[in-house]
C-alpha cells in the first residue's frame, strides 16, 4: 500500500536547535546501524521508518558502512525512500559518514580527502539522493592533518552534496581545532555525534563544555547502550536480542552480574517516574539543553514508541539526580 504519512505526525514531538545554527533536530533521531542491511527483513524496516517519520522523527542516520554487507543499510534506505518517503524530502533530514573501513586499500579508510570525497558520492547513489543533510568525519584519523580532512568536508558543503558538516568520536580538544579549521574556511562545525549514555559519560569531561561555548550542537548515538539500558535482559537474553542475533557489537558477556543489578536499580527509578527504563535512560541525556537529539536504533516499531515517549518527562528531582548518580558511578 502506498504511504501516507499521518497527519498529526509533528503533534507531539518536540524539536531543539543544532547550536547556534538555525536547523532544527527532533529530540529523537533514528539510525541505521543496524537491521537495515541485507541481513535484515526489509519489510520491518520499511515499517520502522514509517513508523518513525508519523512520530515526528524528521531524522534519520546512516553512514557508508552500514550493513552488514557494507553498503547495504543505504541501498535498501534508498528503496524504501523511494517508495515512501520521496515526496517529503524537504522535511527530512538525512545524514551519512565516512572514517571507518569502507573499501580494500589505502583510499577506503579514515580521514583523507581523497576518501572522503569518493565515498560520499558512493553514498548518494546508493540512496538516490542529490544531497546529505548532513555529512560527518566518523572518526578522528591521527594520520590525516585536520585541515585536510575539515578542507573535504567544506568542499562537500561548496560542491552541494551536503548542506552541513558534523563530527564524530573527536576530543575536545580536536573538536575545537575541527572547529576553528571550518570557521576559517567559512563552512560551520554544525555537530559532534558522540556516543553517550548513563554507562558511558566521556562527554561529560570536557566536550560538552567545548560544544556548548561554540555553539555546536550534538546528537548522542547508542543512548541505550545497545538496548542494554532497557529492561530486555532483566531476565536473561531474550532470543530477539542483539545480543543474542547479532553479537559483533554488543557480547552476551558484557552483559554481566554487575551490569544487570545496576539496571535493575535504575529500573526500578524508572518505575517511580512512570517511565520504562529505556525512556529515563533518554531523559537522563535530554536534560542537559546541550544535547540537541538523542540518536537510537530498534528493531521494531513498538520500541520507537517506547522512545519517542521519554519526551514527555525530562525532568529530574535533585534526589533522583542524587540516587541515579550514585547507581551509576557519576
Ligand atoms: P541504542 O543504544 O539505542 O540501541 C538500540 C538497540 O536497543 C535496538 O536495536 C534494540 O535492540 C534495543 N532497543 C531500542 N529501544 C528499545 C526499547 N524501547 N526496548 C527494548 N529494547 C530497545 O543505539 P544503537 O547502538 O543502535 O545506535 C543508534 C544509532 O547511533 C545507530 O543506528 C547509528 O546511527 C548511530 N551510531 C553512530 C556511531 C558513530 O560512530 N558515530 C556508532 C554507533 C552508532 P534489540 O535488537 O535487542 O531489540
Not at 538555525?22 to 513508523?51: C, Q, V
Not at 557489537?249 to 529500573?267: F, G
Not at 520504562?276 to 516499531?301: C, E, Y
Request: net charge neutral; hydrophobic share 35%.
Amino acid at each position: 500500500l502506498p504511504y501516507h504519512a499521518a497527519a498529526e505526525r509533528y503533534d507531539s514531538m518536540k524539536f531543539r536547535k543544532c547550536g547556534n545554527s538555525g536547523l532544527k533536530l527532533p529530540e529523537i533521531s533514528l539510525g541505521l546501524w543496524h537491521n537495515f542491511g541485507h541481513n535484515a527483513d526489509f519489510t520491518l524496516g520499511r515499517k520502522i521508518l514509517r513508523r518513525a517519520f508519523d512520530l515526528g522523527i524528521t531524522h534519520f542516520d546512516l553512514a557508508n558502512n552500514y550493513g552488514p554487507p557494507y553498503g547495504s543499510a543505504e541501498e535498501n534506505f534508498g528503496r524504501i525512500f523511494e517508495k515512501d518517503f520521496k515526496s517529503y524530502r524537504d522535511e527530512l533530514l538525512i545524514s551519512s559518514k565516512a572514517g571507518w573501513d569502507m573499501w580494500p586499500g589505502p583510499y577506503g579508510n579514515f580521514g583523507s580527502k581523497k576518501y572522503l570525497i569518493a565515498s560520499l558520492d558512493q553514498s548518494l547513489k546508493r540512496m538516490g539522493l542529490e544531497y546529505v543533510d548532513i555529512f560527518y568525519h566518523h572518526r578522528p584519523d591521527p594520520e590525516t592533518p585536520l585541515e585536510e580532512t575539515m578542507g573535504a568536508l567544506d568542499q562537500i558543503v561548496r560542491q552541494g552534496k551536503a548542506l552541513y558538516v558534523g563530527i564524530s568520536q573527536y576530543s575536545a580538544e580536536d573538536t575545537v581545532k575541527a572547529y576553528d579549521i571550518l570557521k576559517s574556511m567559512g563552512t560551520p562545525l554544525l555537530i559532534h555525534q558522540p556516543r553517550y549514555s548513563m554507562l558511558d559519560r566521556w562527554v561529560e569531561n570536557g566536550l560538552l563544555d567545548a560544544i556548548g561555548e561554540k555553539g555546536v550542537g550534538s546528537i548522542a548515538f547508542s543512548p541505550l547502550e545497545q538496548g542494554m539500558l532497557t529492561d530486555k535482559y532483566l531476565k536473561g537474553i531474550p532470543e530477539d536480542s542483539r545480543a543474542a542475533k547479532d553479537g559483533r557489537y554488543l557480547k552476551a558477556e558484557q552483559i554481566s552480574e554487575d551490569k544487570i543489578e545496576m539496571i535493575r536499580k535504575l529500573n526500578d527509578i524508572a518505575k517511580t517516574r512512570d517511565q520504562s527504563l529505556a525512556q529515563m535512560a533518554i531523559a537522563w541525556l535530554l536534560k542537559d539543553p546541550r544535547i540537541t537529539s538523542v540518536l537510537v536504533g530498534v528493531s521494531k516499531p513498538e520500541q520507537l514508541d517506547d522512545n519517542v515517549a521519554a519526551i514527555k518527562n525530562t525532568e529530574f528531582g535533585p534526589a533522583e539526580i542524587t540516587q541515579i548518580k550514585s547507581i551509576i558511578g557519576a
